[in-house]
């Protein structure tokens, strides 16, 4: 079946305890980009990858990094979380992107708490 | 840099009733997309617009591309309870989404 998985679902953290969200899809995709979604802000976008090893900024990248090793895996990295990183997390991806655009497809999602 | 925006943030409608939500770009969009996240989920891809003045239906949702592709809209006949959720427009370009319509349908 093809999807988009994230893992943790669900996190509780501290402030400034790094943690991880893994995410990995199996379509082949190219395109891959993490957004976090908050109440009356829709969905913003943290970063992307075009392709392995090609990485960049969206609207909102401070306090995040990523890595993009391999084509499948694309991981979501907060090095010393704070409180206003607490959010849902969607992890996305799509065959290509810019500037025909396709459908993308969206993990589960992760629900990050930082107290 | 570029926004989109969408009205209105909230809906609720009786059963039955028509809904339309509008999205606006402060820039012409190659592209846009449709998105649905049902309460709890996660967005889920409707449809993809291209052209300028594009109309495009499916079942009882009608999408529809602004001639200077800087606005699309999207409309629900007689919304039924199944219909409720969030529904996200994105400009292709930069992957930009708009703030979202949450659509909430009383039986």
């Known amino acids: 079946e093809a999807q988009v998985t994230q893992n943790p679902r669900y996190l509780i953290t501290v402030t400034g305890k790094k943690l991880t969200v893994t995410c990995s899809q199996n379509?082949?995709?190219?395109?891959m980009s993490w957004y976090r979604q908050d109440p009356g802000l829709g969905l913003r976008q943290i970063y992307y990858s075009m392709n392995v090893e090609v990485t960049d900024k969206g609207d909102v990248p401070e306090g995040y990094k990523v890595s993009r090793k391999e084509k499948r895996n694309f991981p979501l990295i907060l090095e010393s979380p704070s409180p206003n990183q607490t959010s849902l997390y969607f992890c996305a991806s799509s065959l290509s992107s810019y500037p025909r655009g396709y459908e993308q497809y969206f993990g589960p999602g992760t629900r990050l708490t930082v107290t | 840099g570029q926004q989109v925006m969408q009205i209105p943030q909230y809906q609720h409608v009786q059963e039955g009733e028509d809904f339309t939500t509008y999205c606006n770009s402060s820039?012409?969009?190659?592209?846009i997309q449709w998105y649905k996240q049902r309460p709890g989920g996660h967005p889920v891809f409707l449809i993809q617009l291209v052209k300028s003045g594009e109309v495009k239906k499916q079942k009882r949702l009608t999408f529809q591309f602004g001639e200077a592709k800087k606005n699309s809209s999207l409309h629900i006949t007689a919304t039924q309870t199944t219909d409720v959720g969030t529904y996200f427009c994105?400009?292709?370009?930069?992957?930009?989404f708009g703030t979202g319509t949450r659509l909430q349908v009383f039986p």
């Open positions: 379509m082949n995709h190219e395109y």
């Open positions: 994105a400009g292709t370009d930069k992957l930009i």
């Open positions: 820039t012409t969009l190659s592209n």
